[in-house]
């Protein structure tokens, strides 16, 4: 739908030029009953025609190509001088060339000062050469700002628009984590109340984590040590899901110094959910495999799930929102690194993260 708008606002703009490039000459020199003169070009024998019609031409040349070519090219990237430069080349050589072709112009008429002996009540056309294809590099000026700057308002008026949205979306996001982690304190006591440890100890990793998504995961960055904290605490909760009896293998393996390094949050996780998610099945032997390695200032984790052809349907629906997400959010943050290899067959779906830690 945006695409379709951001097309739409193309052809009409398109229109507007076409209409003003063909219409302008038409109804101010043509479409009347004043027999005008450009020169020695005339109405009476149709040289005037195709005078205005190689001038269009060469004044929507010089148009365009200093509004969309030389202003983005050179002068937005502050390229005052080789700017200057550029267009007084551009133009010099665009009225060079319009210049020979009026001469041409004349030569095949054979145009002299009869002209205006042959043609009565002659209305001339006071614009020479210059001055016209000076107005027109005046023109393409004030419209590149003109559309620059409208340019800006719309996008600035947007940006305060979804900031707006994100901030309401947020706040309303919060209410029901604030609630289960209330809740989840409340259990936590009556646990311990009722001497159900075990329950208690699973109840406060779940809040912690809880606690770990509503507080910290706004940060930009955070400690390593707490993101990895926050990934043990999921892992124990998932396998609560599994017995002994179940086909099922899960293994975590964390190593290196994590000292001081941080990460954004919450960067990790959505490969250990994907995994946990559609890796495993009860009724077959399937695998989880998480290994992390933090080495020499950069972080490489490699997860690996088991892919069956079911649990292939399976996200096939879910459409992996989830790992979308995260490739979005790794190109923000990493836009000049490879950070992500993932490859898949029939049996296995693998991820490989590489990012660079921050101290």
Known sequence: MLKLKYDNKNIIEFVIHCCVWIGYPYFKYLGGDVYYTMGYTN????SLYVNLFFGVIFNAIIFYGIAFWLIPRYLAQHQYIYFGLVVLLFFTGVSGLEYFQEQLVIRYYNLNDDVYKLVKGVKKIKNTLLSTNLSIVLLAFLYRFSRDWIGLKINNRNLVKENYLSELNFLRSQVNPHFLFNTLN???????KENAD?????????????????YESNESTVFLKE?????KDYIEIQQLRFSKEDPIKCTFNLTGDMGLNKIPPMLLIPFIEN???HGLDFTKASFVDIRILVKKGFLQMKVENSNMSVIQNHRKDEKGIGLENVK????????NIETLTI???SNKFIADLNIPLQK
């Open 275 to 277: 995994a946990y998610k």
């Open 198 to 214: 075990k329950t208690a100890e699973k109840i406060d990793r779940l809040s912690g984590m809880m606690r770990y998504m509503i």
């Open 227 to 231: 993101e990895m904290e926050y990934i």
């Open 328 to 335: 979005k959010r790794l190109k923000l943050l990493y836009p």
């Open 186 to 192: 409340n259990l936590y006591g009556i646990a311990l």
């Open 43 to 46: 109405i009476e024998d149709g």
């Open 343 to 345: 490859l898949s067959d």
